[in-house]
């Protein structure tokens, strides 16, 4: 390993830039995330971004083109799906075969018996909501009775909601692990996702203590490729939850904006090498799915504020990437991901030009710059399941834009 090599990968939740050819299956035809919060609060203030070639990639209100920006552009999806599962698997090399299982009916019976079976409780809700109004609306039954609130969306998730007063965050991970472990094959969702919540009726807020426990890879995703050529792999956030915990050394807390981009400096400051990816999640689970643009744009802005401070400690060693997963168009008909393209800015020496490409040449040129390679990804073979058969880095999919 080159220790003096890091790449940082820092994924703004939600932050998409433009409907996909296929966004109108998905019920999302002429979304732009970014392009209409801008429109929405009358301009977005970014000037690190701005300086960086965000104006460059879409018009962004308030966000001019820069002269000289660094390697930009958009990066589309490899696989189906819109939601966080289905883009950081992108971005590292992964795509779901078939679409993972979603249940707009709410879970059948065998599944909230099973529930039900482990908490001793009735389960309550069990039906498509907004996070808020699941609890909300079915906070107060669960304070009188017990039991936990059972709810999904249109993505592939199955999510917990439980007030720490009725089960404490630690029990509510080990329920969620516990029926993840338990689902079966065909409804095995995405994400089983812990949802704490605190406060009294009318006052219900949610906690500190998410947690994602998702669904294992279906195949070698760069984190692994990176791992194999000896070079250690960070995450910060729910990006590690997100691959599974396969291919992670290191998982840092970062549940919330302020706790993940405070870990992303010490990282930044202190770290001598590796592979570093973060998920900064507000932008998605505490403004984007509740249609608030002001608070999505103050999110950036803040982003925007540390990423002026994050460029300061960059040497040349040194790649840093800012891209997204997906949408959540704060205009659309409907509070759920959309299907988008992700932005890309990508800082490292002689950065230029524009790259429009897919989500995995994110880990193709992560994996390239910390081997020391060019636009070539590396074919080192290694065997990433006991007695299976070798496997090459250029198996996996993306095309690293180091030689933009």
Same mark, same amino acid.
């Given at each position: 390993?080159n220790?003096?090599?890091?790449?940082f990968?820092?994924?703004?939740d939600?932050?998409?830039?433009? $409907?996909?050819p296929?966004?109108?299956?998905?019920g999302?035809?002429?979304?732009?995330?970014?392009?209409?919060?801008?429109?929405?609060?009358?301009g977005?203030?970014?000037?690190?971004?701005?300086?960086?070639?965000?104006?460059?990639i879409?018009?962004?209100?308030?966000?001019?083109?820069?002269? $000289?920006p660094?390697?930009?552009g958009?990066?589309?999806?490899? %696989?189906p799906g819109?939601?966080?599962?289905?883009?950081?698997?992108?971005l590292?090399?992964?795509?779901?075969?078939?679409?993972?299982?979603t249940?707009?009916?709410?879970?059948?019976?065998?599944v909230?018996a099973?529930?039900?079976?482990?908490?001793?409780?009735?389960?309550?809700?069990?039906?498509?909501?907004? %996070?808020i109004?699941a609890?909300d609306t079915?906070?107060?039954?669960?304070?009188?009775?017990?039991?936990?609130?059972?709810?999904?969306?249109?993505?592939?998730?199955?999510?917990i909601?439980?007030?720490?007063?009725?089960?404490?965050?630690?029990?509510?991970?080990?329920?969620?692990?516990?029926?993840?472990?338990?689902?079966?094959?065909?409804?095995?969702?995405g994400?089983?996702?812990?949802?704490?919540?605190?406060?009294?009726?009318?006052?219900?807020?949610?906690?500190?203590?998410?947690?994602?426990?998702?669904?294992?890879?279906p195949?070698?995703s760069?984190?692994?490729a990176?791992q194999?050529a000896?070079? #250690?792999v960070?995450?910060?956030?729910?990006?590690g939850?997100?691959?599974g915990?396969? /291919?992670?050394?290191?998982?840092?807390?970062g549940?919330?904006?302020?706790?993940?981009?405070?870990?992303?400096?010490?990282?930044?400051?202190?770290?001598?090498? %590796? !592979?570093?990816?973060?998920?900064l999640?507000?932008t998605?689970?505490?403004?984007?799915?509740?249609?608030?643009? #002001?608070?999505?744009?103050a999110a950036?802005?803040e982003i925007?504020?540390h990423?002026?401070?994050?460029?300061?400690?960059l040497?040349?060693?040194? !790649?840093?990437?800012?891209?997204a997963?997906?949408g959540?168009?704060?205009?659309?008909?409907?509070?759920?991901?959309?299907?988008?393209?992700?932005?890309l800015?990508?800082?490292? #020496?002689?950065?230029?030009g524009?790259?429009?490409?897919?989500?995995?040449d994110?880990?193709?040129s992560?994996?390239?710059?910390?081997?020391g390679?060019?636009?070539?990804?590396p074919?080192?073979?290694?065997?990433?399941?006991? /007695?299976g058969? $070798?496997?090459?880095f250029?198996?996996?999919?993306?095309r690293?834009?180091l030689?933009a």
């Amino acid at each position: 390993m080159n220790g003096a090599r890091r790449a940082f990968i820092v994924v703004i939740d939600a932050c998409g830039v433009g $409907a996909l050819p296929d966004a109108e299956a998905y019920g999302d035809a002429g979304t732009n995330t970014l392009g209409h919060l801008a429109t929405a609060v009358g301009g977005l203030s970014l000037p690190t971004l701005q300086r960086l070639g965000l104006g460059n990639i879409l018009p962004v209100a308030g966000v001019t083109p820069t002269a $000289a920006p660094v390697l930009h552009g958009r990066l589309a999806a490899i %696989g189906p799906g819109k939601d966080s599962t289905a883009g950081h698997w992108g971005l590292m090399g992964v795509a779901a075969p078939t679409p993972l299982p979603t249940f707009p009916d709410g879970f059948p019976p065998a599944v909230v018996a099973m529930i039900e079976a482990f908490t001793g409780a009735p389960v309550l809700c069990n039906r498509p909501a907004n %996070g808020i109004e699941a609890i909300d609306t079915y906070g107060e039954a669960q304070l009188r009775g017990g039991g936990v609130i059972l709810y999904t969306s249109k993505d592939s998730v199955l999510q917990i909601a439980a007030h720490t007063d009725i089960l404490p965050i630690p029990e509510l991970h080990r329920l969620c692990a516990a029926i993840r472990d338990a689902l079966p094959p065909e409804c095995a969702v995405g994400r089983v996702i812990a949802r704490p919540f605190s406060g009294s009726p009318g006052a219900f807020v949610r906690a500190d203590g998410r947690r994602d426990f998702s669904i294992a890879p279906p195949g070698r995703s760069y984190l692994e490729a990176v791992q194999a050529a000896g070079i #250690p792999v960070h995450t910060v956030g729910k990006a590690g939850q997100l691959m599974g915990g396969v /291919g992670v050394d290191v998982a840092h807390a970062g549940s919330d904006n302020p706790t993940a981009l405070a870990v992303t400096g010490q990282l930044l400051e202190g770290l001598a090498g %590796g !592979l570093v990816f973060v998920n900064l999640v507000d932008t998605d689970q505490r403004y984007g799915h509740r249609h608030d643009a #002001p608070g999505f744009a103050a999110a950036l802005a803040e982003i925007d504020d540390h990423l002026r401070r994050w460029l300061d400690r960059l040497g040349p060693g040194d !790649l840093l990437i800012l891209t997204a997963d997906h949408g959540v168009d704060v205009t659309a008909a409907h509070t759920d991901h959309t299907r988008e393209y992700a932005p890309l800015l990508a800082v490292f #020496p002689g950065s230029r030009g524009r790259h429009d490409g897919i989500l995995a040449d994110v880990g193709a040129s992560a994996l390239a710059w910390l081997t020391g390679g060019g636009s070539a990804v590396p074919p080192v073979p290694v065997d990433p399941h006991p /007695g299976g058969p $070798a496997v090459r880095f250029e198996e996996l999919p993306g095309r690293s834009f180091l030689d933009a």
